[in-house]
């Protein structure tokens, strides 16, 4: 299960990555990129992995994840970099698809490196407290901490200088809330892996007793 786990988690950040150009609105006021409808879903999987595995599978799981993002660019730019067939007509549609410009890049790297590791932190601590009980309150918490962390990093690396510090502050606030809203949403979704990955990891122990 560990392996699905982790599996689903690197594919859904990289296909956030590829889906931060699209930007979509809810109302006149709230603009968001489409990465944010997957990106947050990957602190369920860090969560799960934390619960059943422990703190350092879920690191080893957020380390695999930034090593994977770095190899992604370094394909991506090698992709667009490479010489055009005669009849390939989209070489422009694709740059501006696959090139986020360096201070995006920077920031995506850094919030989620740091956002990722403060979610196993704060969910590794509150279960040292906790014991078994009160998942909800960990997966809640760490999320939502490391949730607004990612937000405000990202946001402030990629556009500080760029608008008003209004305009600024209120893209921080609309898609932390966003973010928000999904993260106490997906309580159900974290008890069903947990229970998946606690049944599959019973199982695995049975099968070399």
């Excluded at 080893?60 to 005669?86: D, K, N």
């Excluded at 500080?160 to 999904?182: C, D, E, H, N, R």
Aim: no cysteine.
């Amino acid at each position: 299960m560990l392996l699905y786990l982790n599996g689903a988690f690197v594919g859904l950040l990289i296909l956030s990555n590829i889906l931060a150009v699209k930007l979509f609105s809810i109302s006149e006021w709230a603009v968001l990129p489409a990465a944010v409808i997957v990106y947050v879903f990957t602190f369920p999987i860090t969560d799960t992995i934390a619960e059943v595995y422990g703190k350092e599978a879920a690191r080893q799981t957020v380390m695999a994840g930034f090593i994977t993002q770095l190899a992604a660019l370094a394909f991506i730019f090698a992709a667009i970099h490479l010489p055009s067939a005669p009849f390939f007509a989209d070489q422009q549609a694709f740059e501006s698809i696959f090139s986020a410009g360096f201070r995006v890049t920077l920031a995506s790297l850094v919030s989620y490196f740091i956002s990722q590791n403060l979610d196993v932190s704060i969910f590794h601590k509150l279960k040292a407290r906790n014991g078994e009980s009160k998942l909800w309150l960990r997966n809640n918490a760490s999320t939502m901490i490391s949730q607004l962390a990612d937000t405000s990093i990202f946001i402030t690396i990629a556009f500080y200088g760029t608008m008003p510090l209004s305009a600024l502050t209120a893209m921080i606030v609309t898609q932390y809330l966003f973010k928000w809203a999904v993260a106490a949403a997906d309580t159900p979704l974290v008890y069903l892996l947990v229970k998946l990955a606690r049944r599959s990891k019973t199982s695995t122990q049975k099968s070399f007793a």
